[in-house]
């Protein structure tokens, strides 16, 4: 399984950027369950950004509530983050996650908790 973050770049306070991560597997995919963005800031740990269920439920972390939203297509295994007023505070390596359970190439059924490799936002004051 593997996650393809991209959108990420270089925008001045006030702007906004739209995140998008795609989902891709050797083998059929069965399911796709929570999605979600993460971000790592300069010196500080992961957190969660934004969540959200198969079923569109939504889940924000208190900073970035008002200002970010988490959607999905579920057709296209995608997910996205669309970022508006944007603050320096914002600026970090955001990553994309997934709940995948497939059929790998032999047929198995595999489950697991995805990563994609990351884009940067810098927000610039």
């Known amino acids: 399984v593997q996650l393809q973050a991209s959108g990420g770049g270089l925008v001045q306070a006030g702007g906004s950027l739209t995140l998008s991560c795609t989902t891709s597997v050797n083998g059929n995919i069965i399911r796709i369950d929570d999605m979600g963005w993460y971000r790592r800031a300069p010196g500080k740990q992961r957190e969660l950004v934004a969540s959200?269920?198969?079923?569109?439920?939504?889940n924000y972390a208190d900073s970035v509530k008002g200002r970010f939203t988490i959607s999905r297509d579920n057709a296209k295994r995608m997910v996205y983050l669309q970022m508006n007023s944007l603050t320096p505070e914002d600026t970090a390596v955001y990553y994309c996650?997934?709940?995948?359970?497939?059929?790998?190439?032999?047929?198995?059924?595999?489950?697991?908790?995805?990563w994609g490799q990351g884009t940067l936002v810098t927000v610039s004051s």
């Open positions: 959200i269920t198969s079923g569109g439920s939504t």
């Open positions: 996650n997934a709940e995948v359970t497939n059929y790998n190439v032999v047929g198995e059924i595999e489950a697991g908790r995805y």
